[in-house]
């Protein structure tokens, strides 16, 4: 069985950083590449940021291009975001998932095959 599991959501003022976290297990971690997304109420899914498998490769939405990063650790199973100079308008519950490499654009959400249950952020003004 596949969990993703999300963590480190939370309230922050606008401005601020938050660390996002998801775990991951019952899966071969380093065969996936990893994706964030995220959810505004009443708005689609919309892509953050994707990291290829090795690590080597990185896109982000430019919405949040300078501001969010990326990173996994192949040891611990984890992917992360890192999020700085939050804005209101990244307030959304934000989602990891797991893509199988040659499956798709790394934005594309229906190319995903396994997702985590998501961890809200809200960003105050």
């Known amino acids: 069985q596949v969990l993703l599991v999300e963590s480190g959501g939370g309230l922050v003022q606008a401005g601020g950083s938050l660390r996002l976290s998801c775990a991951a297990s019952?899966?071969?971690?380093?065969?996936?590449?990893m994706g964030w997304f995220r959810q505004a109420p009443g708005k689609e899914r919309e892509f953050v940021a994707r990291?290829?498998?090795?690590?080597?490769?990185?896109d982000y939405a430019d919405s949040v291009k300078g501001r969010f990063t990326i990173s996994r650790d192949n040891v611990k199973n984890t992917v992360s975001l890192q999020m700085n100079s939050l804005k209101p308008e990244d307030t959304a519950d934000y989602y990891c998932?797991?893509?199988?490499?040659?499956?798709?654009?790394?934005?594309?959400?229906?190319?995903?095959?396994?997702w985590g249950q998501g961890t809200r952020v809200t960003v105050s003004s």
């Open positions: 998932a797991a893509q199988y490499p040659l499956r798709g654009p790394g934005a594309d959400a229906g190319s995903y095959d396994y």
């Open positions: 019952g899966l071969t971690f380093t065969n996936w590449h």
């Open positions: 990291i290829s498998w090795s690590g080597d490769s990185l």
